[in-house]
């Protein structure tokens, strides 16, 4: 990016105000509102079905919301010209022909975006697609196919980034260059807005914080004070979790598995855990404390399960 961006009359790159979107009977979105700091990279995150992908279309412009709207640079998105410098979007499916090569399909995109040429080259060296250019996409692995979604959604070298699970099929090596791409285009005045049903990867990455679930917002804020608010929580083994499970839910707390096998509890202190177990009669193999992390703060919100 070239220079820092600021928003003439609305300090927040993107602002959603009361979105709900309804497919048939079914509420993908429930009157979320949330606003995305310029210049911030803000993580969308909510279990699988959550309504993230449902709710980052409408904020693009890809999904005409039931009700309620998104402004992106202070403006309606329903009302926004096509500006690939403003606004670039990596949505799956990334459109590609599996017959095409990379370079053939960013070169179409970049002629009807009404960007040069020589962009494509550099956008394939940023996401490190340049020695696979000339390959067929269908030839490609599901890793180059999203640094190949990144590429087109680079090519303006937008204001804005949106990204959908853009993580996702990437490996270890990956993951962190695209921490510093989009660290980079933060602090170059560039805005954020990815989506991950991930938090802990995410986490390391973003500013901002939003979560969803169920269509409805249940946090929103920096990325420090939802470290903070974590506290600690009560692990325990047993070989009858479902059980102590539902014995914690009946008094007030919260579980969810972890994924070493151990129950992680929310809410009721070791003590209280352990008198529950005992009245009625679980067995418990092991019981300690830990500070809670991002992922127990998330389950904690959201309730943890996917649907
Ligand atoms: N085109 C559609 N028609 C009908 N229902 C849909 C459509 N798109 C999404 N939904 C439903 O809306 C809800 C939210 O889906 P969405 O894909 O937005 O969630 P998500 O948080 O992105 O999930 P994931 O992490 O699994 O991608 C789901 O119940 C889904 O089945």
Redesign the pocket.
């Known amino acids: 990016m070239t220079s820092a961006r600021t928003f003439v009359g609305d300090p927040a790159a993107i602002r959603v105000e009361g979105l709900t979107k309804h ?2 009977r ?1 509420t ?2 429930d009157d979320l509102s949330f606003t995305v700091g310029a210049g911030r990279v803000t993580g969308f995150f ?10 980052l279309k409408a904020v693009v412009g890809l999904a005409r919301p039931t009700a309620g709207r998104a402004l992106v640079g202070g403006t309606p998105v329903m009302s926004l010209r096509p500006d690939a410098r403003r606004l670039g979007v990596y949505i799956e499916p990334c459109g590609a022909h599996p017959g095409r090569t990379g370079r053939a399909h960013l070169r179409s995109l970049a002629a009807l975006a009404g960007l040069p040429r020589r962009r494509v080259g550099e956008v394939l060296e940023i996401v490190g697609l340049a020695a696979a250019a000339q390959r067929r996409v269908g030839t490609y692995s599901m890793g180059m196919r999203q640094r190949l979604g990144l590429a087109a959604a680079l090519l303006g070298d937008p204001e804005i980034l949106v990204l ?2 853009p993580v996702n099929g990437l490996d270890p090596q990956g993951i962190r260059w695209l921490r510093t791409l989009l660290r980079d285009r933060a602090a170059n005045g560039g805005t954020v807005l990815l ?1 991950s ?1 991930m938090l802990g990867e995410a986490a390391r990455t973003v500013d901002d914080v939003i979560m969803i679930d169920r ?1 409805r917002l249940v946090h929103e804020g920096a990325i420090r004070d939802l470290e903070r608010s974590g506290g600690s929580v009560v692990v325990v083994r047993t070989a009858d979790a479902e059980r102590l499970s539902r014995l914690v839910a009946a008094a007030g707390g919260r579980s969810t598995h972890d994924d070493d096998g151990g129950l992680v509890i929310e809410g009721l202190d070791g003590a209280e855990v352990a008198r529950l177990a005992h009245r009625d009669g679980v067995l418990l193999e092991e019981i300690g404390h830990r500070t809670a992390s991002l992922e127990d703060v998330f389950f904690g919100l959201t309730g943890g399960a ?2």
Do not use: C, I, L, Q
């Open positions: 497919y048939g079914r993908a979105v909510g279990p699988n079905g959550a309504g993230k992908t449902t709710a959908d699970e989506s049903h269509g996917d649907r």
